[in-house]
């Protein structure tokens, strides 16, 4: 690492890359991990037309996969982000939506049932050509959708950056651009892995390891006031236990017969998406600083 993108120190360590693989042009052997804020930086580092060339050739899909099992998931996700973003949604009746590497489109719907009719306009940004063309998912408002953020059509009162922030190769940068389509009153919402290379044996294709700390260092470097940043969901150190196996059971069978309301419940008892300590993930919303 030859600098820390979050607090800017040179500082660091290096541990090997979980799952190291070559494929679709990326290779990842290491992590240099600033040894002040934590952050995690793969190597060897990829350039963004390099990654961008991967995510629009399919392969990020073709390995994570779009099963229905997974869809699923995804959708209980998206009802997550929307009830944590409602109370904190900008003084507007209009609320236009950009959504960053929004897969399916759950969000919109999501957003419409917990917020209502001001969520106006949802537009999504997903660079797989496949992924765009699949049917908007019911219940939102209309869904537009571009192949990359520059496509974006500003000003936008809420972006949301959904498990995107570690896949970029600059992450001062890809804040700076949401910044830029940011409205004056608007709020942006970052969800990321909360360190994952700690807890899972395979992170890729991920370029960048959060912690909570680095995540908001980034995000003031950015130019952003914290607004609420905190770990979240399932203990990444908790053991499986029957009531484990019973919740995926129950979601398996919930999703083979398609019963959408089963499958959350059971996805919520599985993955518990409260605010914790040692959550699995990262959720943080702010805004730009008042002038």
Partial sequence: MSVCPACGTYASTRTAYPGARRQGGLRFDAIALCAQCGMGVAEP????????????????????????????????????RARFAAGRTPPVDRIRVLDVGGGEGWLGPALRQVIGARIAEYHC?????????????????????????????????????NQVLEHVA?????????????????????????????FKPDVYPHTLFLTAEALQRLAAR??????????????WARQTSPGDLVARAGYRFAVAIGTSAMAQ????????YAARPDGLWLRWLGRKPAA
């Fill in 170 to 198: 600059d992450p001062l940068a890809f804040l700076g651009a949401a910044a830029a389509l940011l409205s004056a009153e608007g709020v942006l919402y970052v969800e990321s892995p909360n360190g994952d290379h700690r």
């Fill in 45 to 80: 580092r990829v350039d963004q037309p390099t990654l961008d060339a991967f995510y629009a050739s399919g392969a990020y899909w073709n390995e994570g996969g779009a099963a229905q099992g997974q869809s699923a998931h995804a959708r209980n996700q998206c009802l997550h």
């Fill in 265 to 272: 419940k059971f996805d919520d008892a599985y993955w518990d």
């Fill in 222 to 235: 950015g130019g952003f006031e914290t607004l609420v940043c905190e770990s979240f969901g399932r203990s």
């Fill in 125 to 161: 940004v997903e660079p797989d050509s496949r992924m765009r063309a699949l049917p908007e998912p019911p219940g939102g408002p209309r869904r537009r959708s571009f192949a990359s953020l520059a496509q974006a059509e500003s000003p936008y009162e809420m972006i949301f950056l």
